[in-house]
């Protein structure tokens, strides 16, 4: 299995941009979480998904932030505009219900807002 | 509140050395329990998880952890450290009715030769 697939893997922007990061999940996986990593707070659930609904959105900072699931392989999560407090990784991770609790990290994508 | 602990930003082992990271949970229902590793520039592996039964979980790389009910704590532990377990240690905590896990802000573990 290819595993959770992110791109960019590390994007570097000026303030005011927009920014899109994307994530494939595993196949089969019915549920998809993005959450922030940053020193300052750890990692933050942002918003999760299940079978590409938006259940939970109480960790999205604020209305620059949006995500979407348009289907079950593909999830953006974007930023408009974007701020240098926005500076982080952001992980994108899946699930099974079946296998309870068990999250399938990417990569992640590190952003650098200038 | 929800919410996990880990007491140690730091912690440095000698290869061959034995290991402990501890880690506390506030949970208001029964916990499932996690650990993840992260290396750098990597994503979370999970290490292992703790649902119910016994509360000594083994998972991978040799680790273990042992769930304490009575001091809400399930810290992890390794008998012996190789220089590749250095990494970034976080534990964390969900429910069976909630699909969020909330992790601790994570132990950085370093080798020393």
């Known amino acids: 299995d290819a595993g959770v697939i992110q791109s960019p893997r590390h994007e570097v922007t000026e303030m005011g941009q927009e920014v899109t990061l994307r994530c494939k999940p595993i196949?089969?996986?019915?549920?998809l979480f993005w959450y922030r990593q940053t020193m300052m707070r750890g990692l933050e659930l942002l918003i999760y998904f299940n079978n590409n609904v938006p259940i939970d959105d109480s960790g999205m900072p604020e209305d620059r932030f949006s995500a979407k699931m348009p289907n079950a392989s593909f999830s953006t999560l974007k930023i408009q505009p974007s701020e240098p407090r926005d500076s982080a990784v952001y992980f994108c991770?899946?699930?099974?219900?079946?296998?309870?609790?068990?999250?399938?990290f990417g990569e992640g994508s590190r952003l650098t807002v200038l | 509140a929800q919410s996990v602990t880990q007491p140690d930003i730091h912690i440095t082992v000698s290869e061959g050395a034995s290991l402990e990271l501890r880690c506390n949970y506030s949970?208001?229902?029964?916990?499932?329990l996690f650990w993840y590793v992260q290396s750098p520039g990597q994503g979370l592996q999970l290490l292992l998880k703790y649902f119910s039964g016994d509360t000594l979980v083994q998972g991978i790389k040799g680790f273990e952890a042992e769930f304490k009910r009575s001091q809400s704590s399930f810290n992890l532990r390794k008998p012996s450290v190789h220089w590749s377990d250095a990494a970034e240690y976080f534990c964390a905590v969900g429910g069976d009715s909630s699909y969020k896990l909330i992790f601790g802000s994570g132990t950085r573990l370093l080798v020393r030769p």
């Open positions: 196949s089969g996986h019915d549920y």
């Open positions: 949970y208001g229902a029964t916990p499932y």
């Open positions: 991770a899946s699930r099974q219900t079946s296998n309870t609790g068990e999250l399938f």
